[in-house]
Nanobody, 115 residues
Framework: QVQLVESGGGLVQAGGSLRLSCAAS????????TAWYRQAPGKQREWVATIYRGGSTNYAVSVKDRFTISRANAKNTVYLQMNSLKPEDTAVYFCKAVTGFYDYWGQGTQVTVSS
C-alpha cells in the first residue's frame, strides 16, 4: 500500500508560480514512477508530468518548459514546480504512484490562476 498526500495548491495571479508537493508513505520502495495529473471543472483528468524511478521525466506539451517535476528521495516527496501559470492551468492537481500491481492516487490540491 502507498499513501499519497498533495499540498501546495492555492490562488495565484497569471504569470505567477506555485510548487506542489506529493508526499508518499507506506511501501514507497515499490513505486516505479510518480505522475501529476489535473482535472479542470467539466473536463476529463489529464496527464501533466511523470518522473521515473531512474530520474527521467516526461511532460505534456501544454506544460513543457513551464513546469518541472522533481523528487527528493530522502523525503519520499515528488514536487511540481509550476512557473508562468496561466488561467487555463486552473484545476485540481493529483499525484499518482505507479507500482507493479496498482496505481495509487492522492486526494488532490486545488490550483486557481486568476487573469
Amino acid at each position: 500500500q502507498v499513501q499519497l498526500v498533495e499540498s501546495g495548491g492555492g490562488l495565484v495571479q497569471a504569470g505567477g508560480s506555485l510548487r506542489l508537493s506529493c508526499a508518499a508513505s507506506g511501501s514507497t520502495f515499490s513505486i516505479d514512477a510518480t505522475a501529476w495529473y489535473r482535472q479542470a471543472p467539466g473536463k476529463q483528468r489529464e496527464w501533466v508530468a511523470t518522473i521515473y524511478r531512474g530520474g527521467s521525466t516526461n511532460y505534456a506539451v501544454s506544460v513543457k518548459d513551464r513546469f518541472t517535476i522533481s523528487r527528493a528521495n530522502a523525503k519520499n516527496t515528488v514536487y511540481l514546480q509550476m512557473n508562468s501559470l496561466k488561467p487555463e492551468d486552473t484545476a485540481v492537481y493529483f499525484c499518482k504512484a505507479v507500482t507493479g500491481f496498482y496505481d495509487y492516487w492522492g486526494q488532490g490540491t486545488q490550483v486557481t490562476v486568476s487573469s
